[in-house]
């Protein structure tokens, strides 16, 4: 693969000289540097466009909010990665700004950058560019399959048949009441890529999206969590409900509500064992005759969650225009909320609001024993996180679920200090 150029604005020489380095130990060469956004502008122009950009945020004069808007009008950088020694909230201020503007944000360094952090923000570059420019790739193959060769999965047919979607893959991770009993699994994906080891969605679901790919992505999630459920109603008799994330532009094409009820029936498994967890970057258009088919997914028994509620667009407007029975609290809200008052503040009011709702509460990102002792102050809702488990595949969950059952585990406590 040709190797890759970066620009990098940074007005502090130290921290300019050590990004070069990593670069450098990354097999990045070809590096063009400016202290300034105006030499930013002029080193664009005169060395022509990069692979990256990576843009620290606060300097004299000019700022690197003007180069991002630079970027966004000159298309000079393909990616952007943003560096600032500010709170994460600017930094994900600034990628939400970047990304308004349609601009590919690889992500953000917080001040010093580490190494790690930065080559695995070029790894998901490499592996997502190189997927758009391989003929042979996943993504583009997929895209050249009709839905039909993607879709549907008898419960019988293994789902890696497909071969260009066998690199994707779903890692489980538990959600379990305060008393430690199991209610089911959020499906995440995980891209198996050859060269590039085990990825991430956060490398490359924003490029899948943009390539269209997101569709055969979704109903490829779908078979597979079914599959599982299936799997553990065939082992075990019941079946193990699951969580699926849902792109908004999913839910906005009509046949999206009666084909989900055709691939439950197709795995013979009643639809309240599938929740939809719907993931809210953009405003969401719905039309009558979509919510028509979200409201009879609803009463056929499916569960319809509002992913990451507020942030994005994942917003109260939103919680009131579709029926959702569920919500889910992100980790940006719970991560120290032990520590951080107004953070179990904005818990404590999200789980006051859902319970006057009768929505089921999800928190997540449960890291820690003692977010978890926090919110478990708060009342008594679903959790998710580290601190019960990481995501996994499905052999480890199986196993997983297995060892607290002959353990007769039912103690999150006793899950977490094994
Ligand atoms: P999400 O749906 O909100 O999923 C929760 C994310 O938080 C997962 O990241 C999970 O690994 C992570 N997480 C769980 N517990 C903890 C914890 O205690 N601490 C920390 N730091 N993180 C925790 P993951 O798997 O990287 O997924 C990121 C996002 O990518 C998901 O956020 C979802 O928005 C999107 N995504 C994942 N799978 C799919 C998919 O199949 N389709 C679509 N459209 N989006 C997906
Ligand atoms: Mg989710
Ligand atoms: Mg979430």
Redesign the pocket.
Known sequence: MRSLSVLILEDNAFQLMALHQMLNANQVFNVLTAGSVEAAKQSLTNRGSVDIAICDLQMDGPDGLELIRHLAVTRQARALIILSSNERSVLDGAAHLAREQGIWVLGSLQKPASAMALRELLEGYRACVQCADEPSSPVTVALRLSQEDVRPFAPGQGVGETAPLEQWI??Y?PKVSLDGALLGV?????WQHPRHGLL???SF?EA??CAGF?EP??WH?LALALTLSSRVQHEQGEPLPVA????PS?IEQEDFAPQVLALLARFGLPASVLTL?V?ESSALQVSTVQLEALLRLRMQGCQLSI??FGTGASNIQRLLQLPFSEL?I??EF??CMAVDGRKSAVVAGALIMARKMALNVVV?????LSDYRAVQALGQPTV????IA??MAEEDLLQWIDQRKSAGLRSTHALADR
């Open positions: 779903a890692h991770q959020e499906a995440l994906v995980r991430a969605p956060g679901i899948v999206e997101i992505l979704t999630m699926v994330n849902i792109a999913m967890e993931v992913d990451d889910k992100p980790a719970v991560r997540e990102g449960v890291e820690t998710q996180g580290y601190h990481r995501p």
